[in-house]
C-alpha cells in the first residue's frame, strides 16, 4: 500500500519496515530527495510520481519538526 497521509506513512517505515526516524535519517533523505536532479530522485519520480514525492518531503519535514519539538526545553 502507498501512504496516503502522514500517519500511514509514518506507521509504514517506522512498524512495518523497521526503521528509526533518527534526524540524521531524516536529514539524509531529504538531502536526496529535495534534490530533483539526484538520480535516487529521479527514478522515485518515475515510479510513484511527483506529487507523492511533494507529500514525502513534507512528511520527512513534519516528522523533523516533530522530533525537534520534543527535545525543546518547556
Keep these: 500500500m502507498i501512504p496516503q497521509n502522514y500517519q500511514q506513512w509514518r506507521q509504514c517505515l517506522v512498524?512495518?519496515?523497521g526503521i528509526t526516524l533518527t534526524e540524521a535519517f531524516i536529514a539524509e533523505r531529504l538531502s536526496v530527495f529535495e534534490k530533483s536532479t539526484h538520480e535516487e530522485t529521479r527514478?522515485?519520480?518515475a515510479v510513484y510520481g511527483q506529487a507523492h514525492l511533494n507529500n514525502i518531503i513534507q512528511w520527512y519535514r513534519q516528522a523533523a519538526h516533530e522530533m525537534s519539538a520534543r527535545t525543546q526545553p518547556a
Design 15 to 17: 512498524r512495518d519496515c
Design 43 to 45: 527514478r522515485f519520480v
